[in-house]
């Protein structure tokens, strides 16, 4: 079994930084890629930020230049550096697991999958 656990959310002044980690636990291989979603009141689920296991990194427009991601391999763990934070960034963040490689007793098997959510509150 894999979970991913969010940590780091809270509420901060406009201008304000936070950093979010989320680590991933289980019999772990490999993780294919790693990323943060956020999902507003009323919003869709959207992309933030990902980034694959060789460090390549893909980041929303609305982001760039002020959130920086990260990850370490050998602890399954993935971050986000959140800057210059926005009322407009106010959200519940999710941590994703694209292609999570693990194993059992005898078997081994590939999945997605999400954390529970960290919320991100800006205030102005």
């Known amino acids: ?5 969010e940590s780091g959310g809270g ?3 406009a201008g304000g930084s ?18 943060w979603y956020r999902q507003a009141p009323g919003k869709q689920r959207e992309l933030v930020a990902a980034i694959t296991s060789g460090g390549s990194t893909n980041y929303a427009d609305s ?3 002020r959130f920086t991601i990260s990850r370490d391999n ?4 993935v971050y986000l550096q959140m800057n210059s934070l ?8 999710y941590c994703n697991g694209e ?13 997605d999958y999400w954390g529970q959510g960290t919320q991100v509150t800006v205030s102005s």
């Open 1 to 5: 079994q894999v979970q991913l656990v």
């Open 11 to 13: 509420l901060v002044q």
């Open 18 to 35: 936070l950093r979010l980690s989320c680590a991933a636990s289980g019999s772990i291989f490999s993780i294919n890629a790693m990323g």
């Open 63 to 65: 982001v760039k230049g």
């Open 74 to 77: 050998a602890k399954n763990t």
């Open 86 to 93: 926005k009322p407009e960034d106010t959200a519940v963040y």
């Open 99 to 111: 292609n999570v490689l693990y194993y059992g007793p005898g078997y081994s098997r590939r999945g």
